[in-house]
Nanobody, 118 residues
């Protein structure tokens, strides 16, 4: 069973930085998983933040372009989200997602809280 575990969330002041990690286990096919970060603020829907394909192509929500960078290390079965110039509106629970290709379903992590104070 594929498991995704996020880490790296926390409390940071506006303008600060955080790096989130998503570690995958239970599969030898991480390198072909399409991966992404989503976030959900209180009372709002879960929205896409950034995606990275197995080939390394990336896509970002307009609200984070130029501030966030998604990456992956297939040797470590881990995906990252480097978040710079954080704003209070970035406050949310951040979720890791993976799937596609040979995988029969999408997988989600449990989420990690990011809080940006003004």
């Amino acid at each position: 069973q594929v498991q995704l575990v996020e880490s790296g969330g926390g409390l940071v002041q506006a303008g600060g930085s955080l790096r989130l990690s998503c570690a995958a286990s239970g599969t030898i096919f991480f390198s072909i998983m399409a991966m992404g970060w989503y976030r959900q603020a209180p009372g709002k829907q879960r929205d896409l933040v950034a995606q990275i394909t197995s080939a390394g192509s990336t896509n970002y929500a307009d609200s984070v372009k130029g501030r966030f960078t998604i990456s992956r290390d297939n040797a470590k079965n881990t995906m990252y989200l480097q978040m710079n110039s954080l704003k209070p509106e970035d406050t949310a629970v951040y979720y890791c997602n993976g799937g596609g290709g040979v995988f029969p379903e999408d997988y989600w992590g449990q989420g990690t809280q990011v809080t940006v104070s003004s």
